[in-house]
Nanobody, 120 residues
């Protein structure tokens, strides 16, 4: 497993932007499926965005058009650019690294989470 450290969370106003970063230490980053998940109080953890080793992406319907996931394999880092933030985006955001055979995120590594709060 790799060690993941998220950063970039904070308090922003509705309509604002944040960029989350997830730095991975260890080997094998380039072949991991990377994902961002979030969990709001009283709600289940949900997939926000994921990106494969070759750059294919998928997003939750609630964030399509607003969020962009990307990865820099040379830096062992995955990013989540969040634009047009809404109060319902408020959650703890977790980074996940899923190794082959890429079956389930719970078989991989998780970061400690970073809080994103969208409020006036």
């Amino acid at each position: 497993q790799v060690q993941l450290v998220e950063s970039g969370g904070g308090l922003v106003q509705p309509g604002g932007s944040l960029r989350l970063s997830c730095a991975a230490s260890g080997s094998g980053f380039s072949i991991y499926r990377m994902g961002w998940y979030r969990q709001a109080p009283g709600k289940q953890r949900e997939l926000v965005a994921a990106i494969t080793r070759v750059g294919s992406t998928n997003y939750a319907d609630s964030v399509k058009g607003r969020f962009t996931i990307s990865r820099d394999n040379a830096k062992n880092t995955v990013y989540l650019q969040m634009n047009s933030l809404k109060p319902e985006d408020t959650a703890v955001y977790y980074c996940n690294a899923s190794p082959p055979p890429w079956v389930d995120a719970d078989f991989g590594s998780w970061g400690q989470g970073t809080q994103v709060t969208v409020s006036s």
